[in-house]
C-alpha cells in the first residue's frame, strides 16, 4: 500500500510539515509509521476498506500551546487534521479520520481531571479522561459523586459528550450536563466559553450560557474548533437506588410499554435515561446466536421464542431506576408498578432474582454510573466483531416507536441481517440504536451490511426520520438528508466553516461539513 | 395516579435541601492566555516524558473489562466458546508471549480493537507483557500445587 497522504500534498511538504512537528513535541509521540503505528488508528469495523480512512500519520500533544503550534503547521501546509479525544467511537469510525492522508490530532495524553467539586457537583476535564479515569479518581476521592458514563466504558467524557453520545442515569444526556469549554480556534486562539469568559468567573461550571449566543453546540458533532477542556456537571450520590426491568412476552409490546413510559418519563417519575431492550441484545451478554441457531440469515421465531424461554427474557426489556431516600422510591415503583402492570404478561424483575445475569448487572452498574465493558459481548453474536449503529431519533410514542422498528427489522431481514437494537429514552425523545453486526473478516457480509445501511438512511428518511449520529461512510449522505430549504441547515454550517477555518484544516468532512476548497471534491 | 405524581413532585422538590454545605466552586483553574506562538525551530530530540505505568495498571485499565475472568467479560465469554478449556482467561494462560501479546494489542484481532501508542506505550506494553505472562504462571503453579 503506498503512503496515504492528504490530498494534493506531496510526499516532500508532508515531510516537511513532519519535521515542524517533531520540533514542537519531539517524535515520542508523532507516529508516521503505516505498519507499526498507524494500524492502531484504522476503524476496525468499517463496511468498506481499511485504506478509505488511513491517516497519514498522527500526533499527540500535551499542552494547549502544543495544539496551537500544531495548527500553525497545518495551516502553512494546508494539511487536514483529525481530532479524536479517547478514541473510542467505535461503531462510529473509532479513531479513524474521514478520509485517507489526515493527520490524526490524539488528544488522548491530555488527560488531566482539572477540578472535581462536590458540593456543586461538576467535574472539568481534558479530553484524554475516560470514564474509567474519573470514575476511579472520583473512588479514590470518596466524592458522593456518580458519573454517567457511556456503555462500554472506555470512552471518554469530551468526546462522547461532544459526539452528542448518551448515558443512563439521570444525567444520560451528556450535553445538557455539559457547563462552559475551552476551544482552540483553526488560527490558534484560544476561547473559554459562557462565565469563564468573564473576568474572574467563578460560575464557569455553573452557569451554560454567559451572555450573548450560548456556542457551545457549535463545536460538538463539528469541525468548527478543538475542545481542549469541558465542564460536565455530576450528579450526587443519592440516598437510595433501585433499578428494576420489566419483560414483555409480544413484539407489539413496544408501543405499550413505549406509550406507558411517556408520561412517567415527562414527569420525571422516572428519572434517568431509561431503555427498551429487544431480546437478541439482552441475550448477546451471556450467548451467541450459533448457540441457538446456526442456519443462514436472521434467527428463526422457534429459535428466539426458546432463547427468551431458556434466559427468562421478555422479547421486549425495559430498564429503568428510581432513585433517592426509601419514601421516594416506594412511592414512585408503586407507581411504575401500577402503570406497566396494565400490559398482559409483563414481569417486573429486581436484583434478588436476576443479579449474576451480565445483562441485569451491566444495566444495574450503567444506570448508577459504574463503567463496565459488557456491552461489547454484543459483538460475539454473530463473531467477527463488526458493527456499526444505524441510530435515528423517535418520539416517546407506541406507534412511531413500532413503524421505526419494523421499519428497519424488515430492512435487516431482507439483506440477512438480526435486528438487534434498543429504544434508549429521554424525556421527550428515543434515541433508536440498531446494532448492525457483521463478521469483518467476511467481505460479502460487509458489503451486505453497507448496502443495508445505505438503504436505512433513505427508508428513513421517506418516513420523516432523521439520525443523530452516524459513522464516517455515512456522514455526507446523513448530513444531506436533513435538507429543508435547499439544505439551508448545512449552506449556514459551511460558511461558518469557512469564516472560522479559511483553509480548512479542521476534521473535514465531519458531519458532512466540508470546508470550500475540499467542497466541490465530493 | 394524580396523588402518586403529586407526592413524587412534592419529595423530589425537597431533594435538593439535602446537600451539606461544602467548598465553594473554585475559579477554574490555569485558564492560559496563550497566544498564538510562532512555531520553534530548534529540534527537539527524543526524550521521553511520559510516566509509564505498570503491566498490573495497563492490565486493569485496558484489558480487564473485557478479559478478566467471570460471566459479564466479552472477550473471556468468546475465548470460553472459541479455544479448549482452560484458555478463556488470559492471565491464567502460559502459552502467551510478548511478541504475540504485542502483535495482538497493536493490531485488533476480530472483535478486539487495536490500542493506540496512546493508550498503551510501547515501554508500557512490554510491562502489561511480562505481567500477563507472570500471572499465568503463577496462576498454574497455584493450580498444580492444588492437584
Known amino acids: 500500500m503506498n503512503k496515504p497522504l492528504p490530498q494534493g500534498i506531496s510526499l516532500e511538504q508532508f515531510n516537511g510539515a513532519i519535521a515542524d512537528i517533531i520540533r514542537i513535541i519531539g517524535d515520542e509521540y508523532v507516529f508516521t509509521d503505516d505498519i507499526k503505528e498507524l494500524r492502531s488508528y484504522r476503524d476496525p469495523y ?19 500551546e502544543e495544539i496551537q503550534k500544531i495548527l500553525a503547521v497545518a495551516n502553512q501546509y494546508k494539511i487536514p487534521v483529525w481530532t479524536i479525544s479517547t478514541g473510542k467511537n467505535f461503531a462510529y469510525g473509532g479513531a479513524a479520520p474521514r478520509k485517507p492522508g489526515y493527520v490524526v490530532l490524539d488528544l488522548k495524553r491530555m488527560n488531566r481531571i482539572i477540578e472535581v467539586n462536590e458540593k456543586h457537583g461538576y467535574a472539568i476535564v481534558e479530553p484524554g479522561v475516560s470514564y474509567y479515569d474519573l470514575y476511579n479518581y472520583i473512588q479514590e476521592k470518596g466524592y458522593k459523586l456518580w458519573i454517567d458514563c457511556a456503555a462500554p466504558a472506555w470512552g471518554g467524557i469530551v468526546g462522547n459528550t461532544s459526539d452528542h453520545g448518551a448515558g443512563y442515569t439521570p ?23 459562557g462565565m469563564v469568559g468573564s473576568t474572574n468567573s467563578k460560575t464557569g461550571s455553573l452557569y451554560k450560557y454567559g451572555q450573548g449566543p450560548w456556542v457551545d453546540g457549535l463545536f460538538t458533532q ?7 477542556r469541558m465542564g460536565i456537571w455530576l450528579m450526587p450520590e443519592p440516598p437510595g437506588y433501585t433499578p428494576f426491568m420489566v419483560t414483555l412476552p409480544h413484539e407489539q409490546d413496544l408501543e405499550l410499554v ?5 408520561p412517567l418519563k415527562l414527569n420525571m417519575v422516572i428519572p434517568n435515561a431509561a431503555t427498551t431492550v429487544d431480546l437478541l441484545w439482552e441475550a448477546s451478554m451471556s450467548h451467541t446466536k450459533a448457540q441457538y441457531y446456526t442456519g443462514k440469515g436472521p434467527m428463526p421465531d422457534s429459535a428466539r421464542k426458546k432463547l427468551g424461554a431458556d434466559l427468562g427474557l421478555g422479547v421486549w426489556n425495559f ?13 414512585n415503583l408503586d407507581l411504575i408498578r401500577d402503570t406497566f402492570s396494565k400490559i398482559p404478561g409483563a414481569e417486573f424483575h429486581y436484583d434478588d432474582t436476576r443479579k449474576g445475569s451480565p445483562g441485569w448487572d451491566y444495566r444495574v452498574e450503567l444506570m448508577r454510573g459504574k463503567p463496565n465493558m459488557t456491552e461489547f459481548s454484543l459483538l460475539n453474536w454473530v463473531g467477527g466483531g463488526g458493527h456499526i449503529n444505524f441510530s435515528p431519533i423517535s418520539a416517546v410514542d407506541g406507534k412511531d416507536s413500532y413503524r421505526q422498528f419494523d421499519m428497519i427489522r424488515k430492512r435487516a431481514h431482507e439483506f440477512d441481517f438480526d435486528y438487534i437494537g434498543e429504544f434508549l429514552v429521554g424525556w421527550r425523545d428515543q434515541h433508536h440504536i440498531f446494532m448492525l453486526m457483521f463478521d469483518r473478516m467476511n467481505a460479502e457480509e460487509k458489503k451486505r451490511a453497507h448496502d443495508l445501511f445505505d438503504v436505512l438512511i433513505d427508508d428513513a428518511a421517506n418516513h420523516g426520520y432523521g439520525e443523530y449520529r452516524t459513522h464516517l461512510s455515512f456522514m455526507d449522505k446523513i448530513a444531506d438528508s436533513y435538507s429543508w430549504n435547499d439544505g439551508a441547515l448545512l449552506s449556514m454550517q459551511q460558511k461558518i466553516k469557512d469564516e472560522l477555518d479559511p483553509n480548512g484544516i479542521l476534521s473535514p468532512g465531519k458531519m458532512g461539513i466540508w470546508p470550500k476548497r475540499m467542497r466541490d471534491d465530493t | 395516579m394524580n396523588k402518586h405524581l403529586m407526592i413524587a413532585w412534592l419529595l423530589v422538590s425537597t431533594m435538593g435541601l439535602l446537600g451539606c454545605e461544602q467548598s465553594e466552586p473554585n475559579k477554574p483553574a490555569n485558564i492560559e492566555k496563550p497566544v498564538a506562538a510562532p512555531v520553534t525551530k530548534a529540534p527537539v530530540k527524543k526524550v521521553s516524558t511520559s510516566t509509564v505505568r505498570s503491566g498490573k495498571v495497563i492490565y486493569e485499565l485496558h484489558c480487564a473489562g473485557c478479559h478478566a475472568a467471570g460471566l ?11 479455544r479448549p478449556e482452560g484458555m478463556s482467561v488470559l492471565v491464567q494462560r502460559t502459552d502467551l508471549t510478548s511478541a504475540y501479546i504485542h502483535h495482538i494489542v497493536r493490531d485488533g484481532l476480530l472483535e478486539m480493537p487495536p490500542f493506540r501508542p496512546t493508550d498503551i506505550s510501547d515501554e508500557e506494553l512490554e510491562n502489561l507483557a511480562q505481567y500477563m505472562i507472570k500471572q499465568g504462571k503463577a496462576y498454574n503453579q497455584q493450580e498444580t500445587s492444588h492437584e
Open chain 1, 46 to 64: 468499517n463496511t468498506t476498506r481499511d485504506e478509505d480512512f488511513a491517516p497519514s500519520a498522527a500526533v499527540a500533544p500535551k499542552t494547549l
Open chain 1, 319 to 331: 430498564y429503568a431506576a428510581v432513585y433517592g431516600p426509601p419514601p421516594i422510591m416506594k412511592n
Open chain 1, 171 to 193: 444525567y444520560g444526556d451528556h450535553l445538557l450536563m455539559q457547563c462552559g469549554m475551552q476551544v482552540v480556534l483553526a488560527d490558534g486562539t484560544v476561547v473559554e466559553t
Open chain 1, 258 to 262: 413505549t406509550d406507558l413510559a411517556q
Open chain 1, 222 to 228: 463539528s469541525n468548527f474548533g478543538v475542545i481542549t
Open chain 2, 72 to 82: 459479564g467479560h466479552a472477550a473471556t465469554m468468546k475465548l470460553e466458546l472459541a
